[in-house]
């Protein structure tokens, strides 16, 4: 079978329609990304935390801007990417995608150092970043926000690949995001 799904592979009872995810393909990402906009405007309070997260990660990346770090804030931006796993977005015959590089990292600092309004008070939500960066669009600001939330979504997969018995095995995550 020609670029299975995840239910293809290990032969799992169970349809789209019957769970709350995306299920992926093996071998490419399926055309969908995740909308940060979706997690502010949701009634689950929780969700809406995960946005506030977002919003927090964008005003630290702004003061590491603003406070002459900005190749700490680069680096920080260039940590947001998509796990392999994931498979959202518009790669095709490939789950390789492209993240946010090293000049759009340095376009979205120099846009805090010459943008007034950003430097009295960071976006209110990551999809204005889409707005004002050159190559920032919905796949990147779902790569950024898989990458700041990835804590969130490893648990959430945990748990549902639990209870539906997906199989899965201990690894290490890298750098997750943490307000703290």
Known sequence: MKNRRLIDAFQLGFTQDEVPFAIPHLEEDIPLCVDPF????????????????????????????????????????????????????????????SFIGPKTAAAAAELFLETPQLQAAAPRHVEELGLLVPNIAEDRISDLTVGVLREFFTRYTEQHAGSLGIPTRKFRIPEVWDSE
């Open 38 to 97: 979706l997690l502010w405007s949701s009634g689950n309070p929780e969700y809406r935390e995960l946005h506030a997260q977002l919003v927090g990660f964008l005003a630290h990346f702004g003061s590491l801007v603003l406070g002459g770090e900005e190749v700490e804030a680069q680096q920080l931006l260039l940590t947001c990417r998509e796990p392999h796993e994931l498979g959202l977005g518009y790669a095709s015959n490939s789950k390789g995608g």
